[in-house]
Every structure is written in C-alpha cells, then in structure tokens.
C-alpha cells in the first residue's frame, strides 16, 4: 500500500514554470514505478511522464517532451515534475500514480493501482 499527496500547482502565465511534488507514504517506495497523468473536463486522463521502473528511465508523452522533467528521490519518498515554457494547453488537473513494477503499458491509467487526489495547474495566455 501506498499513500500518495501532491502539491505545487497553481496559477502561472505562458512561458512559466513550476514543479509539482508527489509525497508518498511507505518504506518501500523506492520499488514503486511512477506516473504522472492530466485531467480537463471532459476528457480522458492522459498520460504525461514515467518513471515506470527501478531502473528509473523517464519517458514522456511528445507534447511536453523538452519542457517537462519527471525525477524521484527516494531518501525523500517523492516524485517531481519539473514543469517549463508552460503553454495554455498544459491547464489540467495532475495526478500521480504508483504500481509494483513493470508498470507496463506505462501511459495507460489503468496499470496503476494507487493515485493522488491531484493538484490544479492553470496557465493563463
């Protein structure tokens, strides 16, 4: 079992930046594969960014590659999403999620068991 709160949203203009955090709960953290997903209404939850094994390989969904980071410290028991040259269309609510690795297929929601209650991230024109 695994317990996870992140934080570190807000409301930033176009071209911002900011780095969500994901605490989690448990000794065992570091054995956990990690994801990040976004939200808007209406639509599905979408795959962001992975950290899907312990090997810690990170693998992102094009529309943010070379502006968004996903990193772990797992002395800290967290996850982080280094998040730049933010655009309207970043807006959504962001979660993360945890499994047992694999964690395979990485970008499907479903292969997590364990999610945040997610945090809101408004990028404003």
């Known amino acids: 079992q695994v317990q996870l709160v992140e934080s570190g949203g807000g409301l930033v203009q176009a071209g911002g930046t900011l780095r969500l955090s994901c605490a989690a709960s448990?000794?065992?953290?570091?054995?956990?594969?990690m994801g990040w997903f976004r939200q808007v209404p209406g639509k599905e939850r979408e795959f962001v960014a992975a950290i899907p094994f312990t090997t810690g390989s990170t693998y992102y969904t094009d529309s943010v590659k070379g502006r968004f980071t996903a990193s772990r410290d797992n002395a800290k028991n967290t996850v982080y999403l280094q998040m730049n040259s933010l655009k309207p269309e970043d807006t959504a609510v962001y979660y993360c999620?945890?499994?047992?690795?694999?964690?395979?297929?990485?970008?499907?929601?479903?292969?997590?068991?364990?999610w945040g209650q997610g945090t809101q991230v408004t990028v404003s024109s």
């Open positions: 448990g000794r065992t953290f570091s054995r956990y594969g």
């Open positions: 999620a945890a499994d047992v690795p694999p964690v395979y297929p990485y970008g499907n929601p479903h292969s997590y068991s364990y």
